[in-house]
């Protein structure tokens, strides 16, 4: 582990379109001490050639490639091959402002965190921004997560310096498995910290399964039932906070 040294994971599935522009946010950081891991989970665009082009470019960028096995896969090694102190998830389709690095490893020390996250803004293919942004909590606890997640992958940094590195859960095929890997964190850490400051662009596409409830709504029941174990009744209490707190989110 590289004290200092932020490891950005980012999965990449054709995604020819936006990874270049992901992959520019993250040049333009403020904060220099990274390394970006890309991970070709398969792809069969022109994703990999113009990775590999900025592998050339930026030695801190690096590209691996595996069969087509989804995101967390994908994700998980990136993270066995992290090499820093810090876990960030970026995908290959959203955006970091400059600042975001920094902005987040400041916020981790004034409130001595191991997990923070932030807000951002909901930007469609265009990149136009679609939604009003998403503006987070100043923190939350496992049981508030349990309602609703509030942690975006794209704004979360995770500091492995104390219980060192977390992988998400391949049985989930990928459906809701990043919700479950903050609620596994969380309960180590305790709690987490929100900046309230917009850090950051999350592109909705039009087949987004974060939109797509129905897709995702048995994965989601699982987690409480299967992983958390809590019982049918509670299950079923949170299954509906988080369908409500979901339909709100993505309100106009």
């Known amino acids: 582990m590289q004290a200092g040294l932020v490891s950005i994971i980012t ?30 989970d398969g792809s069969r665009d022109r994703s990999e050639q113009i990775v590999r082009e900025y592998t050339k470019r930026d030695p801190r960028i690096k590209l691996f490639s595996q069969p087509n096995g989804g995101s967390a896969s994908a994700r998980n090694n990136g993270i066995r091959r992290a090499e820093g102190q810090y876990i960030a998830l970026l995908d290959a389709d959203d955006l970091w402002e400059p600042f975001f690095l920094e902005s987040q490893l400041a916020l981790m020390r004034d409130k001595g965190a191991l997990l923070v996250y932030g807000s951002h803004k909901r930007i469609d293919e265009a990149g136009n921004e679609c939604l009003r942004p998403f503006i987070v909590p100043e923190q939350v606890t496992y049981r508030d997560l349990l309602r609703t997640c509030s942690i975006s992958c794209l704004t979360a940094l995770y500091d492995t310096s104390r219980y060192g590195k977390m992988y998400l859960n391949e049985a989930l095929h990928s459906l809701r498995d990043d919700h479950l890997f903050w609620l596994d964190i969380l309960k180590k850490v305790g709690v987490a910290y929100g900046n309230q400051r917009v850090i950051a662009s999350y592109r909705i596409l039009g087949n987004s399964v974060s939109r797509n409830k129905k897709k995702v709504i048995i994965p989601q029941f699982n ?19 988080w369908a409500v707190n979901g339909f709100l989110k993505y309100r106009k």
């Open 11 to 40: 999965p990449l599935y054709n995604g020819e379109k936006y990874v270049a522009q992901t992959i520019e946010s993250v040049l333009a950081q403020t904060y220099p001490h990274w390394e970006m891991i890309v991970v070709n």
């Open 223 to 241: 987690i409480y039932y299967k992983y958390e174990k809590l019982g049918l009744v509670r299950s079923l209490y949170y299954l509906g906070c």
